[in-house]
């Protein structure tokens, strides 16, 4: 099930509500419901209009006054246009702003490329849907692997 | 005896600077890479660019690489594809950088902005750090200001333009040894081993700028 708002596609799949309908990420929500398992994507602009673009996700999400979702294991994930995952951003817990496209927390937050090469850890997060930037305000632990391609030079 | 005795010495120096103006001083260490390189960046804060897969890291930044370690108050960089290098960062403000060649000795370079960059073309793989801005690297042997200094880490060299070098070459330790033992000589000990009354004492010597 899709619903297109702005470019922006609300999937929500197996989720559980009492009156809590996907269609809220950019309106007002029911705020007696409570969802989990639920995604929102939103897909690349033409040519590439087929494509993901990045897919937010949850295990529970709590609706709040105000368009906020109270979101436990908060998962971004961001796509390459040649269908490959490319960054995924985790974090157990964050509030999603769904009328501004704003997600943030105080708390731990992960941030990985999907091969495992790249990792960065920090504490109290901002991301911006709009521009996908992502502002870690503590603590930032970055790793990254790279693997040998030996010694030469020009 | 005295006088060609200084003329050599100064000659022999001034050359040397020469040299170490018109090519690439090999004074900083060849990397090794292992198998995995492992790089760690940590920082305050941090911003990132999850299209542009840009991050920039603010205030008391740290970089752990297993050639060198760089602190810096911002860093920029841009994020490797999947599997790939660190292939672009900018270090801004009070760069400080040190690594340890394979011998053991500390390089130390400073300078307010550092630009990495990691290229591989037609199969030659090209690794630089530029140094600009009151830039300043330190090696065992010499102290190197340049406006910019470029660090080759792939041949290990250093390459400075409108430089200045001051040597560090301790005459009085590297000649002691090549000499009769101290308790058989006159000589004080503090001194030189070189003949009473030509250069004593000298520990540095700076090369002019120009002599390009």
């Known amino acids: 099930m899709k619903i297109k708002l702005n470019n922006t596609f609300l999937v929500l799949s197996a989720f559980m509500a009492l009156n809590f309908i996907a269609a809220t990420v950019r309106a007002q929500p029911n705020t007696t419901g409570h969802a989990s398992d639920f995604s929102s994507v939103e897909y690349f602009e033409p040519p590439h209009q087929q494509l993901m673009k990045f897919r937010l996700s949850g295990a529970e999400a709590q609706p709040q006054a105000g368009g906020l979702l109270v979101i436990n294991q908060f998962k971004l994930e961001m796509f390459n246009t040649n269908c490959t995952p490319g960054l995924i951003v985790k974090a157990p817990n964050c509030i999603y702003d769904t009328i501004h496209g704003v997600a943030s927390s105080p708390g731990h937050l992960q941030l990985e490329s999907a091969d495992g090469s790249s990792h960065v850890e920090g ?17 930032v632990q970055s790793v990254f692997v790279t693997a040998s391609k030996g010694k030469t030079g020009s | 005896m005295k006088i060609i005795y200084l003329m050599t010495l100064l000659v022999l120096v001034i050359d040397g600077g020469r040299l170490q103006a018109q090519t690439n001083v090999s004074a900083m260490p060849k990397p090794t890479r292992a198998t995995n390189a492992v790089t760690h960046i940590s920082s305050v804060s941090a911003e990132f660019d999850l299209v542009a897969r840009r991050a920039v890291y603010r205030s008391n930044v740290r970089v752990d690489d297993p050639q060198m370690k760089l602190t810096c108050e911002q860093l920029t960089a841009d994020l490797p594809q999947s599997g790939g ?5 900018v270090a801004l403000t009070n760069v400080v950088m040190d690594s340890v060649d394979e ?7 400073t300078s307010d902005m550092a630009v990495y960059d990691y290229k591989v073309q037609n199969g030659v793989t090209n690794e630089t750090i530029t140094l600009t801005g009151n830039a300043m690297a330190e090696t065992a042997q010499v102290i190197l200001w340049g406006e910019p200094i470029l660090y080759d880490r792939i041949k290990g060299t250093l390459t400075a333009t409108n430089q200045h070098m001051i040597f560090k070459q301790n005459l009085t330790t590297a000649l002691v040894n090549t000499n009769a033992p101290v308790a058989q000589t006159n000589l004080p000990v503090a001194k030189t081993n070189f003949p009473p009354g030509t250069i004593q004492n000298i520990d540095r010597m700076t090369v002019p700028s120009n002599t390009q």
Do not use: C, E, P, R
């Not at chain 1, 504490?123 to 603590?139: E, P, R």
């Not at chain 2, 011998?103 to 370079?109: E, I, L, P, R």
């Open chain 2, 103 to 109: 011998k053991g000795q500390t390089n130390h370079a």
């Open chain 1, 123 to 139: 504490d109290g997060f901002l991301w911006l849907q709009a521009s996908h930037n992502l502002y870690i305000s503590n603590n």
């Open chain 2, 85 to 89: 290098h660190v292939d672009h960062l």
